[in-house]
């Protein structure tokens, strides 16, 4: 059997892992390597098509790029499996019979058995010597250590190194072949402290590069990590917004099946006085009919017989009428006719469409209780229209414009809204915000506003998530509270509008707001988005039920009022009533509203107008 050290001269090792060739793999230069280091060092190269022999520099074609499909070595592969599984000797015993090698001692080049190897340890001139389990060597995990002796000159050391033929040689073999062949030599062990240097600062490079790349590696997490978290918020953002538009969607159904089942109403009710007109008829002939049957039971004679003739003749008179016409409930029905419904083109502010077919006229026109004295109005939870007075007092009015109730009549009330649960938000004159049960008990909870001289007059509302908008016109800003009260969780800065009336939508988290001259639509952060202005008159806005946004144009010298409905992106959508002539009020404050049935309201600091559909 072989030493591990004639294996190495045999060529058995792999150049690069130092190691017994595994799948030994030869290129076109016959240059032979493990199959897995010829695997790491293609990985490496930028053309992913060839591979650089790492001897001799020389390009060798993979097919496909599969270092696989590359020739193996078959007679080196043969020889690799004859040495890993014949039985190694001991190369040392003199012994006639070898024992079994157990160790290889990578300076002396033997291999040793179990006796050897414990005497070549107890030997001081070996004491330096490497020893190697010969199983490690021979299953790959130990690479081979070559040994320093020159292979023409076997006793003396290779000390020698030529840079030239990039070989290890001794004094002789350098003063007698390479320096007349002019290579250059240098000592082998500057040459080693070289390469050792060189192989140093390799793996320190290397070794920051790694770092480098695990911080890459660390940094393509955090991306990866930004961009779930980017692309899960608009994943939110979408079921978000698909939500909105699903209840926006719902809220214009109602108010178009409102407005149908409004119109189903008035027009049943036409019909029902028809056709208890009819029924009356029916029992009257009848009954006239009877009275003049009843002469027929016995001989009439005197008081009797006059009342007989008086009711012939009544029942005469009666049967000459006009039979009832089909004309009164045929134009019912052709009025019923004309109301149509028309689907939206518009698919952007997905309204579904609007009903057509009838007119808007004045309904109700009431003298409210105070002269001068209204300062709101919002739609209570019951359905009825609160009026707030600056002189104290909340009115509550029918859509038929009849006085139901009166409250607060001790509060000068500035601003009313509704909470979710019923409790009433009350913004006084003096800036404070006061918070009633539905049978209007005084909650003890305390908002920390501003005050009249800080801030002055201002809207408020409250948004669907009960979140209360204080807002106020000096600083041109808006306050939000909780209904816990307490300091404003947050400001918003108008962008530079005035909030004198402010109004939140249903679905979304956005504000309406109108300085008297101007409309304008606030995102959640107070960024302006949306601007309406119209050389028309002083602008009321208010936020309908289907979330469209409904404004009244005022000219006060005219005592003329024009209203019409916007999308909530202020996008006009049809007219209501032009320039409808109201009496022209001493102070310049008017509010606008939209009952749940449809109605919509129009009040002035006197008197309260209340428009409906009519179809003529």
Same mark, same amino acid.
């Given at each position: ?343 939206? %083109? ?100 305390? @908002? ?100 469209? %946004? ?37 102070? %310049? ?12 309201? @129009? ?14």
């Amino acid at each position: 059997m072989a030493t591990v050290h004639q294996i190495s001269s045999q060529n058995l090792e792999c150049p690069i892992c130092l190691a017994l060739f595994n799948q030994p793999t030869s290129l076109v230069c016959s240059h032979t390597f493990c199959k897995e280091c010829l695997q790491c060092v293609f990985q490496t190269q930028p053309d992913q098509q060839t591979i650089t022999c790492p001897v001799c520099r020389k390009v060798t074609s993979v097919p496909s790029g599969d270092v696989g499909k590359l020739q193996i070595n078959v007679p080196l592969s043969s020889l690799v499996d004859e040495v890993k599984t014949e039985n190694p000797a001991c190369t040392v015993c003199e012994m006639d019979k070898k024992s079994p090698a157990v160790s290889y001692c990578q300076d002396c080049g033997r291999n040793m058995c179990k006796s050897c190897e414990i005497s070549h340890s107890t030997w001081k001139l070996f004491a330096s010597h490497s020893t190697v389990a010969l199983c490690e060597m021979l299953s790959r995990k130990v690479p081979l250590k070559r040994r320093r002796k020159c292979k023409k000159h076997p006793n003396d050391d290779e000390e020698c190194f030529c840079t030239g033929c990039r070989e290890y040689l001794c004094c002789k073999c350098g003063m007698l072949e390479h320096l007349q062949e002019g290579h250059k030599l240098e000592e082998a062990a500057i040459h080693e402290e070289k390469l050792m240097k060189n192989i140093k600062e390799l793996k320190e490079k290397t070794k920051s590069k790694i770092i480098t790349v695990e911080n890459h590696k660390q940094f393509i997490e955090t991306q990866r990590n930004e961009i779930k978290i980017m692309l899960g918020k608009i994943n939110d953002d979408i079921d978000k917004t698909y939500e909105e538009y699903m209840k926006l969607l719902s809220i214009r159904r109602e108010a178009l099946k409102c407005q149908v089942k409004r119109w189903s109403e008035k027009f049943a009710n036409e019909l029902q006085v028809m056709e208890e007109e009819s029924h009356q008829t029916i029992r009257d002939l009848k009954a006239m009919e009877e009275l003049v049957t009843n002469g027929m039971k016995v001989p009439l004679e005197k008081d009797a017989l006059f009342a007989h003739d008086t009711l012939c003749e009544n029942l005469k008179s009666f049967l000459g009428r006009n039979d009832p016409d089909h004309q009164s409930p045929r134009g019912v029905a052709e009025r019923a006719q004309k109301i149509s419904f028309r689907r939206c %083109v518009n698919f952007s502010e997905l309204r579904l469409g609007e009903l057509n077919g009838y007119t808007w006229e004045v309904k109700a026109d009431v003298e409210l209780p105070s002269k001068d004295s209204m300062n709101c109005i919002t739609l209570a939870p019951d359905g009825k229209m609160a009026v707030g007075s600056h002189l104290g007092g909340i009115h509550f009015y029918s859509c038929a414009g009849e006085l139901k109730q009166t409250v607060l009549k001790h509060v000068r009330v500035q601003e009313i809204r509704y909470l979710s649960d019923g409790r009433s938000v009350v913004r006084d004159m003096q800036n404070k915000i006061s918070l009633y049960t539905p049978q209007w008990w005084k909650l003890e909870v305390t @908002f920390r506003t501003m005050s009249f001289d800080e801030g002055g007059f201002g809207g408020l509302t409250v948004d669907r998530d009960d979140n209360i908008y204080v807002g106020y016109r000096k600083p041109k800003k808006i306050l939000l509270f909780t209904p816990q009260g307490g300091e404003p969780v947050r400001e918003i800065v108008c962008d530079g509008h005035s909030p004198c009336q402010l109004f939140s939508f249903h679905t979304i988290e956005k504000l309406i707001l109108t300085n008297s001259y101007a409309v304008v639509c606030l995102d959640g952060n107070g960024k302006k988005e949306n601007v309406l202005e119209k050389n028309e008159g002083i602008t009321w806005p208010s936020v309908g039920r289907d979330d469209s %946004v409904i404004v009244a144009w005022m000219k006060h010298e005219e005592g003329l009022v024009s209203i019409d409905r916007y999308t909530r992106d202020l996008e006009h959508v049809r007219n209501i009533i032009t320039d409808f002539e109201i009496q022209k009020a001493e102070r %310049v404050w008017c509010c606008l509203q939209e009952f749940e049935s449809g109605e919509i309201v @129009f009040c002035t600091s006197d008197r309260l107008y209340i428009f409906d559909e009519f179809v003529s």
